[in-house]
């Protein structure tokens, strides 16, 4: 007799038990090497959350599937950001098991609709039935997946320019989006301030999203390395933040080792030549 599971919780209930009960925001970082191994190393450092990144970083749907293995037996959220709001590839990844979904570049109410819509079986949605075959389903182990698909999958969008700011209220009314993430680096850019992720115009317009969001009863996110940020970020209301990178302290860690073992190369000064009159 097949054993009979249930799927996880999802990010959505992890933020109504955090901001309602424990009253604190959700504490993450991204996941960007790609490696199982080193996702589940992150896994158990005592973070509430990981975004395991495939728009950015060389992950593809095998090895979204090993890391999402990885991590499986830790008490953390595992959220994936795919390379494009797709209605194919977020079929691929549902059916892989992915339950916490980041869609990025959403810049209208429309787009939004059309990440939902690709979560959703019909008649609410456009996801392909392939339950039999999924570990979303863990091949139909889960009694009753197809009419409950929906209550196993969160949806939080991106917001990452002008035109997304612009729409935030009508992207946040949209039924089945769970939350809405801001993408600072992206959104400098597309205001003409590339690189400027601290830049006053861009954290007044983050703040602005994170206050529609507050109004809107739904949870805003923010993606802040810098630790003054997060906190400014989080003292505005974000519910749930990002604040490093598995890349990012690796690369940080080992140039550190350097600076402090191996000397500086001298500086050779070319040799003068005499001046001519």
């Known amino acids: 007799m097949p054993l009979r599971v249930e799927p996880d919780a999802t990010f959505r209930d992890a933020l109504a038990n955090h901001n309602g009960k424990a009253g604190r925001p959700l504490t993450g970082m991204w996941v960007c090497s790609g490696s199982p191994l080193i996702a589940e190393l992150c896994a158990g450092s005592g973070l509430d959350w990981l975004l395991i990144d495939a728009e950015h970083s060389p992950n593809g749907l095998e090895s979204v599937l090993a890391q999402l293995q990885a991590v499986r037996g830790y008490p953390v959220q595992a959220m994936v950001r795919p390379p494009v709001n797709d209605t194919v590839l977020i079929k691929q990844y549902l059916d892989l098991g992915v339950q916490n979904l980041l869609v990025p570049m959403v810049n209208s109410a429309a787009e939004?609709?059309?990440?939902?819509?690709?979560?959703?079986?019909?008649?609410?949605?456009?996801?392909?039935?392939?339950?039999?075959?999924?570990?979303?389903?863990?091949?139909?182990?889960?009694?009753?997946?197809l009419a409950r698909a929906s209550e196993t999958v969160s949806v939080t969008v991106q917001i990452e320019s002008e035109a997304a700011v612009a729409a935030v209220e009508n992207i946040l009314a949209v039924d089945g989006v769970d939350a809405i993430f801001l993408g600072p680096s992206d959104l400098a850019a597309s205001m003409g301030l590339l690189g400027q992720q601290e830049h006053p115009e861009v954290r007044a317009a983050v703040e602005?999203?994170?206050?529609?969001?507050?109004?809107?009863?739904?949870?805003?996110?923010?993606?802040?390395?810098n630790p003054?940020?997060?906190?400014?970020?989080?003292?505005?209301?974000?519910?749930?933040?990002?604040?490093?990178?598995?890349?990012?302290?690796?690369?940080?860690?080992?140039?550190?080792?350097?600076?402090?073992?191996?000397p500086p190369e001298p500086v050779v000064k070319p040799p003068q030549t005499p001046a001519s009159y």
């Open 112 to 145: 939004a609709e059309a990440a939902v819509a690709a979560t959703r079986y019909p008649p609410h949605g456009v996801r392909g039935v392939g339950s039999a075959l999924a570990r979303a389903s863990r091949w139909n182990r889960i009694p009753d997946y």
């Open 228 to 262: 003054a940020t997060a906190r400014n970020y989080i003292a505005a209301g974000a519910s749930f933040v990002l604040v490093g990178a598995d890349v990012a302290i690796l690369a940080r860690g080992s140039e550190a080792l350097a600076a402090e073992f191996i």
């Open 208 to 225: 602005h999203c994170i206050t529609a969001a507050k109004t809107a009863g739904k949870p805003a996110g923010v993606n802040a390395f």
